[in-house]
């Protein structure tokens, strides 16, 4: 199956309309393309369509017309298994299970089939190092429905990081956190990005936020992804 290399486009999405109802669409994507390692920023006010444009791109929705491709595939096929990973805005955690199995199955998405020794010992060392990236690892044995919103969120990007995939949807993954841990959660995705090259599309209403992590802007406004609200710029990167 193909898949991407350097400098490749990631994502590429051609003449994309978005939404549930064909006589409804909730917006145009005239042309958008995201290359390897770039982090691309969404914002947008509340019910524009954020969410369902990275459920779109994620295959979990159906674009009501054009073209998209993702990690070379072009939909309605998937990407090769864990290529792809999504932190969802509702996380979708199992809750009575523990932080360690839910980040693990993030982890185990990597391999096909029953895992052998190998494959099992090193799912369960990149789960264990996503939940210390994320500052977790005295929760790793609690069940998900005790943990606070901000620490379920952790949960939620440790599962996607675990998973090492070469496109990561964030959908507001830093809500619910305080300023000092959403630096250090964004900085972990930003690191895994320029490490890995790694693309990121997140999804952030708070454009000053959108700013401080990104290296693109867009805004989704009156219905259309507008490409004269996008800005570049050169990130630093707060180690
Ligand atoms: N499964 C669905 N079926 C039909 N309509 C839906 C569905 N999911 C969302 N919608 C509608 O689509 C619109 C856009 O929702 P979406 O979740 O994409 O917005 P958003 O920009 O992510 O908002 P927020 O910033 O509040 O998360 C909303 O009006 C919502 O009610
Ligand atoms: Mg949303």
């Excluded at 995201?34 to 990275?54: C, D, F, Q, R, W």
């Excluded at 929705?61 to 290529?83: H, K, N, Q, W, Y």
């Excluded at 199992?94 to 089939?113: E, M, P």
């Excluded at 599962?159 to 507001?172: N, V, Y």
């Amino acid at each position: 199956m193909a898949t991407t290399g350097a400098g490749d486009v990631v994502v590429r999405l051609d003449g994309v309309t978005i939404g549930y109802d064909k006589n409804k669409p909730l917006a145009e994507i005239p042309s958008l393309k995201i290359k390897n390692g770039e982090i691309l920023a969404i914002a947008g006010p509340s019910g524009i369509g954020k969410s369902t444009l990275v459920k779109t791109i994620a295959g979990l929705v159906r674009p009501l017309s054009g073209d998209i491709e993702v990690c070379g595939v072009m939909a309605p096929r998937r990407p090769v298994r864990g290529e792809l990973g999504y932190i969802p805005q509702r996380l979708g955690l199992i809750r009575h299970a523990t932080v360690f199995h839910n980040v693990l199955i993030g982890s185990r998405a990597k391999f096909c089939g029953p895992l052998d020794i190998f494959a099992s010992k090193q799912a369960k060392e990149w789960a264990k190092k996503a939940i210390a990236i994320m500052g977790l690892e005295h929760k790793i044995w609690e069940p998900i429905k005790r943990l606070s919103g901000g620490q379920q969120r952790r949960v939620a990007t440790a599962r996607t990081l675990a998973q090492r995939p070469k496109l990561i949807l964030a959908d507001e993954f830093l809500s619910e956190l305080d300023e000092e841990t959403m630096s250090k959660v964004a900085n972990a995705v930003v690191e895994y990005s320029r490490q890995e090259g790694a693309a990121v599309v997140l999804i952030e209403h708070d454009i000053s936020r959108a700013r401080s992590i990104a290296d693109r802007l867009v805004v989704m406004d009156d219905g259309r992804l507008n490409p004269f609200l996008s800005e570049t710029k050169t990130l630093e990167v707060k180690m």
